[in-house]
């Protein structure tokens, strides 16, 4: 990594989520006196490594105008797409005037509101000299089990299953690529498996457990837990 190279962060922020039954998107609902989408932008913010951070939103969006964090100097607003990978390449291509193919693209869950600024800095020190970039990712606990339908095939070797997790750090332009020769692959369920379906190989970075995903209702709770454990 040279002294010129430069972080970038993406946070697809398009999502209706409607496994929470709300009557707004998740990433809108409040969690600890602010939306969920504040939290894990301030999070980013609060590293103090990306030259700017690309937020892609749904153009019929009425509640990111209203938020001041909208406006931040280093926050662009990028056109939400249909699916997630739509909306990162929509991010990527904000910021295209100013960044490099050899630069480094974090991208973030918007509803992933836990994650620490510890380990953002272990993803990057872990993968700035590598030549393909990773995942935040955890080693399952449970038992795993195949299943089709409501039986059970068999039992997966959990020792080769990990949970990604994000962020996940790429070069922009390797990224960019994967993602448009990706478009319209239903497949491509983050940005680790465009780039595997190219014959690259990202690496995995042990994260933290409360790196959580808000997707159900009964997750808020346990993020507000979990923001005022690391306080």
């Known amino acids: 990594m040279t002294k010129t190279t430069k972080f970038w962060a993406v946070v697809p922020a398009a999502g209706v989520g409607k496994r929470m039954n709300a009557d707004r998107p998740k990433q809108y609902l409040l969690l600890a006196g602010k ?20 937020v892609a939103i749904s153009v ?8 001041g964090i909208s406006s931040h100097d280093k926050i662009i607003t990028a056109a939400g797409g249909k699916e997630r990978a739509d909306s990162v390449l929509s991010g990527l ?8 193919d050899e630069d480094w693209v974090l991208v973030h869950d918007a509803a992933r509101p836990c994650l620490t600024t510890a380990d953002i800095y272990h993803l990057i020190d872990s993968l700035c000299d590598d030549d393909v970039g990773g995942i935040l ?5 449970d038992t795993l089990k195949n299943v089709q339908g409501k039986n059970i095939l068999g039992t997966l070797d959990r020792s080769h299953i990990w949970r990604a997790l994000t962020p996940q750090m790429f070069r922009y332009g390797m990224l960019k690529n994967a993602l448009e020769a990706a478009e319209g692959n239903f497949a491509i369920t983050d940005e680790a498996s465009a780039l595997e379906m190219l014959g690259l190989r990202p690496k995995i970075v042990e994260g933290r457990p409360d790196n959580i995903k808000i997707t159900r209702p ?14």
């Open 35 to 54: 939306t969920v989408l504040e939290q894990t932008l301030l999070r980013l913010l609060q590293a103090d490594v990306f030259s700017a951070i690309s």
């Open 218 to 231: 009964e997750d808020l709770a346990l993020a507000q837990f979990y923001l005022e454990q690391q306080q």
């Open 137 to 141: 990712a955890l080693s399952s606990h």
């Open 93 to 100: 291509k904000s910021i295209r005037a100013m960044a490099l």
């Open 60 to 67: 019929e969006d009425p509640y990111w105008p209203e938020m």
